[in-house]
């Protein structure tokens, strides 16, 4: 087995032993330290749970470290991908948008949620650039998801796994409120998934296991927040995901138990928020929402009414449509897209996770499809429950889709090496 200048064979990197890759990462780059502290940072929240070292914005300290890192790190070169061009384009309408909107001041008080994305995109697909880096990086992705994915889990079937009003939350951040920390769930499973399958064969058996303990709480997690977008997205993927045997009588079967049981254990103050979709003040009030915000998209079509002008602009236009005290977001990701940009924003989205579909199409793991590679096609999976959650909710400019985008264009570029030397043994074959 070829090691490495750290002498680090990759039968044993690859073997979760947390003394080697703790080894490794100590020889990596500044740059890659910090672009690591900054994923930590973002999902672990230590900053929220223990105020006492909430003292300073360790978050953009660690990614201005990461920019000045850059400079030093001779491994750094620019990725190339369509997605890059695509983010910028929306970049660019995002603040054409923002000077021509009807309220310009709340555009430019919410640029940031946005060209934030962009930055970190760009320093984690040019930095975390080699199979190694990846492997770590995506590892810490998957822990801080698990932390909360077993926390949650614990506390849900320490209350009987009965329903709450409040569903779960996660800690102060992008995660606490049980819809957002459902749909990064709904992300986090299948990629849980892929990488256990693609690390069996150099793992123990219960440490496989312990892995497989990943998307077994992240599905527990979804049920447990009472999200009812979520809980559809997760059939949704879990149909999708075993397509090729869905029609097959055995299965059929098999998965109309399932959901039988699932209906009958599910509790009846949930049961009874999915049998009043489109009757309850929340569902008329975000039918409203999308009725309106259509009108809004075809009444300003090139870019939209502006950039988060959504809110006010429908407390303006359309006041005896709120019916819930105030206008909110629109809760549609297309919608909220549409309105902030126009009909060319909303292509420029669009085009986006196409090109991120067919990206995440070219790799392939055993529990999707056939092949070894980490993640793989159940990074589709992840981002189809993103979009059909993002229907009901309004998470365009969360991490989600942004943080996925920069870990699949970094898989691809991670993995470029491995896939140039397999065409080459088979053309020498």
Not at 198 to 225: D, F, H, Q, W
Request: aromatic share 18%; hydrophobic share 50%.
């Amino acid at each position: 087995m070829l090691k490495r200048k750290t002498g680090i064979a990759d039968q044993d990197f690859f073997a979760l032993k947390p003394g080697v890759l703790w080894r490794y990462f100590k020889t990596e780059s500044f740059a890659f330290w910090m672009i690591c502290a900054y994923l930590f940072l973002e999902y672990f929240r230590p900053q929220s749970i223990y105020p006492s070292i909430d003292v300073l914005p360790w978050t953009k300290l660690v990614v201005c470290g990461a920019i000045l890192g850059c400079f030093t790190d001779k491994s750094v070169r620019w990725v190339s991908s369509s997605i890059n061009f695509l983010l910028i384009l929306f970049l660019v309408l995002i603040i054409l948008s923002s000077f021509l909107a009807y309220f310009p001041r709340v555009s430019f008080e919410n640029l940031s949620k946005y060209y934030l994305w962009v930055i970190i995109y760009f320093l984690i697909i040019n930095i975390v650039n080699t199979k190694r880096r990846f492997y770590i990086f995506i590892g810490i992705f998957l822990l801080a998801s698990f932390k909360l994915s077993l926390s949650l889990s614990i506390t849900w079937a320490r209350r009987g796994f009965s329903f709450a009003d409040w569903g779960l939350m996660g800690p102060p951040g992008f995660f606490q409120n049980s819809g957002e920390l459902a749909i990064q769930m709904l992300v986090y499973w299948p990629i849980a998934l892929a990488f256990a399958q693609s690390i069996r064969k150099n793992i123990s058996e219960k440490m496989y296991l312990l892995c497989l303990l990943m998307p077994i709480t992240g599905i527990m997690v979804i049920l447990g927040a009472s999200s009812r977008g979520a809980q559809l997205a997760l059939v949704i993927q879990l149909m999708i995901m075993n397509y090729k045997y869905i029609f097959k009588l055995r299965v059929a079967a098999s998965l109309l138990i399932f959901l039988s049981a699932f209906w009958f254990f599910l509790p009846d103050a949930q049961k009874e928020r999915f049998e009043t979709i489109g009757h309850d003040g929340t569902s008329k009030q975000r039918i409203l929402y999308f009725e309106n915000g259509v009108k809004m998209i075809n009444d300003n079509p090139v870019l939209g009414v502006g950039y988060f002008n959504f809110a006010p602009y429908y407390e303006k236009y359309f006041r005896d449509d709120v019916i819930l005290g105030r206008a909110e977001l629109p809760h549609n990701i297309f919608i909220q897209v549409g309105t902030d940009t126009g009909l060319l924003g909303l292509f420029t989205f669009i085009l986006i996770i196409v090109t991120a579909f067919r990206i995440g199409n070219r790799f392939s793991t055993p529990s999707c499809q056939n092949g070894n590679n980490v993640m793989g096609r159940c990074a589709n999976l992840s981002l189809i429950g993103f979009l059909v959650a993002g229907q009901f909710v309004t998470v365009t400019y969360y991490p989600f889709l942004w943080i996925h985008l920069a870990l699949i264009v970094s898989m691809e570029n991670s993995f470029k090496e491995v896939k140039v030397k397999k065409l080459f043994r088979a053309a020498r074959a």
